[in-house]
């Protein structure tokens, strides 16, 4: 499942979902949690599990509600069956709740006769200071996880402050945490995902911020409203200079496969160029 842009679409608006579905995002978020009212959370969980029996898109995952509300383990129940490409964890806090919802996930596979870890997981690993804290040990329960999601907006509310100061820069504990979330992601071999961009009018700022995290690693981000898509698409597709340079890197060792180094335009390229060629040959490619 390619992750460069993800969008959100709530699981009691029929016409959003259907939108979202027919659109070009790379993957669709079923959302069961914030978008949802209390009351109407056994409706959308039921119109969503009606729903996914009937798919064929590639991409579609459900955001379910978080651990230790009422609503999460019947969510995964009744979408389990589905089989849904991932499961969105909000509010995760770190290994530990990773770690829970891989047995759910086992259980719940074994029970509807699926495979066995068929079912990838997209947690958002910073909705809490609690949680940033935890990030690290993400790290240790990734089995499942196809991406580690960055997360601002709650993270602010938890701290008392705005996620963005004017310039659109971070404050530092939210800058920390988003930090975090792209070394644990390396560490776990693992694409990181960036945060909403909260206002779809915006494209310009959308198109800055898309683009300082893709120069800072991330390898997608969230998306709230169809209109961002391409700007994201975009925004984390090499340019074609960037993509060469990784041809001549990647095939200047396929020439000489026992060679630990050499040069290129003057340049000393050696084996951890190689790593980042590969990287960026498969985000081109897809």
Not at 138 to 151: I, K, N, Q, S
Not at 170 to 192: C, E, F, N, T
Not at 245 to 262: E, Q
Request: charged share 20%.
């Amino acid at each position: 499942m390619r992750l460069r842009s993800l969008l959100f679409a709530p699981a009691d608006a029929e016409r959003k979902v259907a939108k979202a579905l027919a659109s070009a995002a790379d993957a669709v978020i079923l959302d069961l949690e914030d978008s949802v009212a209390p009351a109407a959370k056994d409706a959308a969980r039921a119109a969503i599990a009606g729903l996914l029996g009937s798919l064929s898109r590639p991409g579609v995952v459900v955001r379910v509600n978080p651990p230790g509300t009422p609503w999460y383990l019947a969510d995964l129940a009744a979408v389990v069956r589905h089989r849904p490409a991932a499961i969105m964890l909000p509010k995760c806090i770190g290994a530990r709740d990773l770690t829970a919802l891989d047995h759910h996930l086992e259980a719940l596979e074994a029970a509807y006769g699926l495979p066995a870890g068929g079912i990838g997981v997209l947690p958002i690993v910073t909705e809490s200071a609690a949680a940033a804290l935890a990030v690290a040990s993400c790290a240790e329960a990734a089995g499942r996880v196809a991406g580690f999601c960055f997360g601002a907006e709650d993270i602010s509310a938890d701290l008392g402050i705005d996620p963005r100061r004017p310039d659109g820069s971070y404050p530092a504990p939210v800058a920390a945490a988003r930090a975090a979330v792209l070394l644990m992601a390396a560490a776990a071999s693992r694409p990181a995902i960036d945060t909403p961009w909260p206002d779809p009018k915006d494209a310009a700022s959308l198109a800055r911020e898309a683009a300082k995290a893709a120069a800072d690693g991330f390898a997608g981000k969230l998306c709230i409203h169809p209109d961002q898509i391409a700007l994201v698409n975009a925004a984390f597709l090499p340019g074609p200079e960037r993509v060469a340079w990784a041809r001549r890197v990647r095939d200047g060792f396929a020439a000489n496969p026992s060679g630990g180094v050499f040069l290129l335009d003057g340049k000393m390229i050696d084996r951890p160029h190689l790593k980042l060629a590969e990287r960026i040959l498969a985000a081109a490619d897809g």
